[in-house]
C-alpha cells in the first residue's frame, strides 16, 4: 500500500478498535486472526490480504473505501452479494472487453499477475486491489464482491 495509504488504514483501523471499547487482541480472538497480524496492521508494517480486510469491514460494519481512508461516510451495505474478487475481476475483463496489456500498463501492475488472477492463481494485494478498482471506475468493495 502507498505510505499515504497505510497511514490512514492503519490510523482507522486504530479508532474503529477505540471506538468498539476493545483491545486489539480481544478483536483478533473474537475475528479469529492472529494478534500478531493486527499488530503489524496497526503499526503499518504489513497489509491485510483481501480476505482479512472483509473480515475487518464486516467486524466493524464498514465499507473497505471507509476503512481503507479513501472515503469519509461509512456506506456499509446491507447485504453483500455472494461473488469474491476472482468472479468480479473476471466479470469485468469479460464486460469491458479489457486488454490485459493495456491494463497492465495503464496500472503498473505487471501482466503475469493479471494473468495469474484470471486464473485464479494467488489473491491480490490491497495495493492492486485499489489499483484495479481506480482503474474500472468502481470501488473497492465492488472490486473484492462484497457490494
Not at 19 to 25: C, V, W, Y
Not at 37 to 46: A, K, P
Not at 79 to 98: G, H, M, P
Not at 99 to 115: A, C, E, L
Request: proline content about 3%; some cysteine.
Amino acid at each position: 500500500m502507498g505510505g499515504d495509504r497505510v497511514s490512514k488504514f492503519k490510523e482507522m483501523l486504530g479508532e474503529l478498535i477505540v471506538d468498539k471499547g476493545a483491545t486489539a487482541e480481544k478483536i483478533s480472538l473474537e475475528m479469529d486472526i492472529e494478534s500478531s497480524s493486527m499488530y503489524r496492521w496497526l503499526s503499518g508494517e504489513e497489509q491485510p490480504n483481501p480476505q482479512s480486510l472483509e473480515k475487518l469491514c464486516n467486524y466493524f460494519e464498514v465499507s473497505c473505501e471507509y476503512l481503507l481512508g479513501r472515503e469519509n461516510i461509512n456506506v456499509f451495505p446491507k447485504s453483500r452479494k455472494a461473488l469474491n474478487f476472482f468472479d468480479t475481476y473476471n466479470k469485468i475483463l469479460v464486460e469491458k472487453k479489457i486488454n490485459k496489456y493495456q491494463m497492465s500498463k495503464q496500472t503498473g501492475i505487471p501482466s503475469s499477475q493479471i494473468y495469474n488472477w484470471k486464473n485464479r492463481k494467488y489473491a491480490p494485494s490491497i495495493d492492486s486491489v485499489i489499483k484495479l478498482a481506480d482503474y474500472f471506475g468502481i470501488t473497492v468493495d465492488e472490486m473484492l464482491g462484497m457490494e
